[in-house]
């Protein structure tokens, strides 16, 4: 064994102890932890809001300590509030804080936590064994990769011919009234263990793309309020590590082939059938409770974790789009020395503030410090005065041809109508007055003064022309109405 081969197995093995996953899994309260979290997140509830988080571990605290699991020596049970602990594994790395669109703060698992509850369940539940599903699994992938890798088509129109040949003498035998070859029991099981174990890590790749897809966020928006490079340059660079997530990284390709699945809705279809066909077969009924609704879950899980990378996605984008927007050098130089002056000035009050010392609030913002204000050395003043106003002889009357084009004469209709004794068809008399009552206005206004008295429906659609005051004429259609005249008001 050579010496710089052992120095790179062991430093390989210190980065992986150092991950959030394996510190999980190696913490003191470690299966107080894994416990709390398997509980409070499921397959039907990915997210769980804040304040039920801290009752609910509140509640499987008091109920532990209740059944006499908190041990000193043995089982020890952490101490301290569910609010406290749940900080506490924030920072950690095994929770994930954050604000749904409606406002609700929530946790999730992050994607180190979703792996240490895999390894935690894979080691506690059924043992991994050798067996003909998974030696199966094995021997199929590598003929595909053997296929995909082979460029003989001379050797690829042999293997399918002698598929076909295969599957048409097992079509045969059975049209023939063959039997189906009964599946022993025990296969039946471990296979379904099987797929069990390949869904289970489907959640950590979707969440490890999710929280990639995150960084890469936090690392655009770093870089453009540096302002050290231009954002072309950083917009390019970013959407180069999107492709490369994708492509180059082993969760990234588990959820390429994941949206592959979901955009087909067959297939998903076919899935979600397939998986209702084992769960009615009689052997489900050997499979645990837990097993069954992991089973049932499966083309679920698979939708979820998608949506969870396209959000991811939008999420990102909208960020760096409204950065790039709303991008301003000098205000977020302003902001981020604002926020070292904060920072420092906490760093100077908390090692001499006491527990519980007041804190002497900000009653008013400090006056802006404007230094000295331009002067300008030009005249404001108007060029010229403004032309002087017309004298008026003081009668008041406005100009005629003004008047001519304003609201209707009201008074004129309103002594129109009452010349008309008995029921007055609006028509006839809006055609019978003279031309300076005819306008289009004045019409209006006739038909205003008839509603204020008593009206009736002839039923049919009359026409009128009115002539407006530069004589160009319009005409108009309305429901002939008949007015009963005398009750009209100017």
């Keep these: ?18 991950t959030p996953m394996l510190d999980l899994l190696h913490q003191t309260y470690a299966p107080f932890v894994v416990t709390v979290l398997a509980v409070l997140f499921t397959a039907e509830r990915p997210t769980v809001p ?7 571990i509140d509640d499987a605290i008091a109920q532990l300590r209740a059944a006499g699991y908190d041990d000193a020596e043995r ?11 749940c900080r506490q594994w924030v920072n950690a790395g095994w929770l994930i804080r954050q604000v749904l669109d409606d406002d609700v703060e929530v946790y999730r698992l992050s994607a180190h936590g979703v792996g240490a509850l895999e390894v935690a369940g894979r080691v506690g539940g059924a043992r ?32 399918l011919h002698e598929e076909i040949g ?20 025990e296969q039946l099981l471990e296979a379904a263990e099987h797929v069990l174990h390949l869904a289970r890590e489907l959640p950590a790749d979707f969440a490890m793309v999710a929280e990639s897809i995150k960084q890469m966020q936090r690392d655009v928006v770093t870089e453009l309020r540096r302002d050290a490079r231009p954002t072309g340059e950083v917009l390019r660079e970013y959407l180069a590590r999107g492709e490369q997530i994708m492509d180059a990284t082993p969760e990234g390709r588990a959820f390429a082939g994941a949206l592959r699945l979901v955009g087909d809705p067959e297939q998903i279809d076919d899935l979600s059938a397939q998986l209702r066909t084992v769960l009615r077969h009689e052997f489900a009924g050997q499979l645990p409770a837990a097993r069954l609704r992991e089973l049932g879950t499966i083309a679920r899980v698979i939708e979820r974790g998608v949506a969870e990378v396209l959000t991811a996605q939008r999420q990102a984008s909208h960020v760096i789009t409204t950065q790039v927007r709303n991008h301003d050098p000098m205000r977020d130089r302003q902001v ?22 007041a804190v002497e609030p900000l009653r008013r913002l400090p006056a802006a410090d404007l230094g000295h204000l331009r002067q300008s050395v030009s005249d404001l003043s108007p060029p010229r005065p403004p032309a002087p106003l017309h004298e008026s002889d003081g009668s008041g009357a406005p100009d005629g041809d003004t008047r001519a084009w304003g609201g209707p004469h009201y008074a004129a209709l309103a002594a129109h109508l009452d010349a008309h004794s008995g029921p007055v068809d609006i028509a006839a008399a809006f055609g019978a007055a003279p031309a300076e009552l005819r306008r289009p206005v004045d019409l209006l206004g006739l038909l205003e003064l008839a509603h204020r008295s008593e009206l009736a429906e002839t039923g049919e659609v009359v026409v009128v022309e009115a002539v407006r005051p530069d004589g160009s004429t319009r005409r108009f259609a309305f429901d002939g109405v008949v007015a009963t005249t005398g009750s009209a008001d100017e």
């Design 1 to 18: 064994m050579s010496t710089r081969g052992v120095e790179g197995a062991y430093q390989g093995a210190l980065r992986a102890f150092k």
């Design 50 to 56: 804040v304040t039920d988080a801290h009752a609910e």
């Design 75 to 85: 089982l020890p049970l952490p101490v301290g509030a569910a609010r406290d602990l």
């Design 128 to 159: 991994t064994r050798v067996s003909e599903s998974r030696v199966r699994t094995l021997l199929s992938a590598v003929a595909q990769l053997a296929q995909d890798a082979d460029p003989d088509v001379a050797a690829r129109i042999t293997r």
């Design 166 to 185: 295969q599957r048409q003498r097992e079509l045969t035998r059975l049209e023939r009234g063959g039997e189906l070859a009964a599946v022993d029991r």
């Design 336 to 357: 981020d020395e604002l926020l070292r002056e904060v920072m420092t000035g906490l760093h100077r009050w908390v090692p001499s503030a006491r527990r519980g010392a």
